[in-house]
């Protein structure tokens, strides 16, 4: 930071935007604090000895120049031990700015946030967050799936916010699913301790250990112990499902891939599959795959955004 900028604003004539510079210079690392710390004493050091060297020569004028060297000295003390709090509680008109990360389908992405806490995320998937995120509050708004390695901070919770439910944490490793308009919520814990909570609610749901699912469909809530994690994979770019509904399966899809899938035959949801598929092997592969097991056909709209499943001669 420049020596100069930093003394002007020890004047006090600093516009609004250097004030903001200076403050988000301080907050962005401790040694910026300490090197504030150390020129706002010696700025005042200095004003006291070109008074002291300006001040009268009589008796009288000595007894108050010392006075005032007595003052000084005791606000530059006050200053030192004063100004992380000062500058801890100051506020300042800053709109926080939305920022939106969005993933389009069939893709993947990561990110890393102002905390250090590094993100996944799935196909059509929205992560929302404040432009300050990190300063006094770490919220996130998700619509989709995402993988969370959340940077630990004791001080500042982690908070997930989705459409029905909302996930508290310090510092941990877990997967959040939430696509708004589904009614169903999943969250996986990998390491650490999560706090699930209805939204509006101050009372949580249910606290998650390391490997243990929680799942919300509909207003149904199941909570188990995982002996496999494989269905995280998707963050390398694997879709694993492990004795898995096809009325599960044919969801994540129709997310992943940015399509609608109508099943002429309800019986066939019932079915259960266990595969792991790469995702740029494309929805028509996985499809293909399935069918080994499972005997029906599919046809799909000249858009390529609507698939239709029936029952009964294998497509060839």
Known sequence: MNQDLLYKYFKGNTTTEEEKQILDWIDADKENKETFRKERMLYDITLFSDEKQTAPKNKKAKIISVLRWSTQIAAIIIIVFSIGILFKDYQYNKTAQLQTIAVPAGQRAQITLADGTKVWLNSQSTLIYTSNFGRKERNVKLNGEAYFEVAKNKDIPFLVNTETNQVRVVGTHFNVCAYDGSNEFETTLVEGIVDIYAKGNKKPL?????????????????????????????????????????????????????????????????????GKFKEQDGIEHILRVIQKDLRFTYSINSDKDSITIRTGKRAQ
């Open 206 to 274: 249910t606290r998650l250990t390391k490997n243990e699912f929680f799942a919300s469909h509909n207003g149904k809530y199941q909570k188990s112990t995982l002996t496999s994690l494989d269905y995280l994979r998707w963050t390398e770019g694997l879709y694993c499902f492990d004795d898995a509904p096809f009325s599960i399966i044919l969801s994540k899809l129709e997310k992943y891939y940015n399509v609608k899938i109508a099943v002429n035959d309800p019986d066939i949801l019932n079915y259960r599959c266990t």
